[in-house]
């Protein structure tokens, strides 16, 4: 039978936060909480954040948890998940990678024990994948908007320069010799990483720029 496993609460810092309202399932889950024994060697203490009521008369509580992980566990929880085990010697929750699971009833065979890890592994992996998915297509936007903006800021030809390069190619297209509709065209396009320098600007006619299109040209 499918033993089913709800990702109940995370936690942030010291502060464990449950996911969502305080309804049937988290109340299961703090009343687990509230009634572990210490660790032995005490692990870290964490406070259990509750949010009671609705609205305006909605109020937050701080309940101070015994540490009921020892460092070992909590250390080993970042690779296996670890049974949050009550009084009653019960397995009610697991802890995996800062998250509680709520399990919805107890443990009875070692291959349910096995499901509750693969669910648990399969919640976490599945968060954490679609994280990365939007942190590297974030990335790529702002890489390619800074592209954008760095490519229509870029530096005009200076008029010094102009006149240098106009003298230099006799004011003529240095391909066709044509002087009509010139342009001062970058030899290595700005894209590609070329400067405004004299020696990387020529002058072509309009026709000869448009075959030449953004290639490099040599």
């Not at 660790?39 to 008369?57: M, Q």
């Not at 760095?150 to 006149?163: F, G, M, T």
């Not at 030899?187 to 004299?198: E, F, H, L, Q, T």
Request: charge should be neutral.
């Amino acid at each position: 039978m499918t033993l089913r496993i709800t990702k109940i609460a995370e936690l942030v810092g010291s502060e464990i936060v449950l996911s969502g309202k305080l309804n049937q399932r988290a109340g299961d889950f703090v009343a687990v909480l509230t009634n572990l024994e210490s660790a032995e060697p005490p692990g870290p203490s964490w406070t259990l954040n509750l949010v009671i009521g609705d609205g305006v008369a909605a109020r937050k509580v701080q309940v101070a948890l015994a540490p009921f992980l020892t460092p070992k566990q909590l250390e080993q929880s970042s690779i296996e998940p670890i049974a949050v085990i009550d009084k009653s010697d019960k397995v009610n929750s697991v802890f995996y990678r800062n998250r509680f699971f709520l399990l919805e009833r107890k443990i009875r065979t070692p291959a349910e024990g096995e499901e509750v890890t693969l669910r648990a592994k399969k919640i976490v992996f599945e968060e954490e994948s679609e994280v990365t998915g939007l942190r590297s297509f974030v990335s790529n936007i702002e890489a390619a908007t800074e592209y954008q903006r760095s490519v229509n800021r870029r530096v005009p030809v200076s008029d010094d320069v102009k006149l240098h390069i106009w003298s230099r190619d006799g004011g003529a297209c240095v391909r066709c010799g044509s002087k009509e509709q010139l342009h001062f065209d970058h030899i290595i396009p700005v894209a590609k990483g070329g400067s405004n320098d004299a020696m990387n600007i020529q002058l072509l006619c309009q026709s000869c720029n448009l075959k030449k299109s953004d290639k490099i040209a040599f």
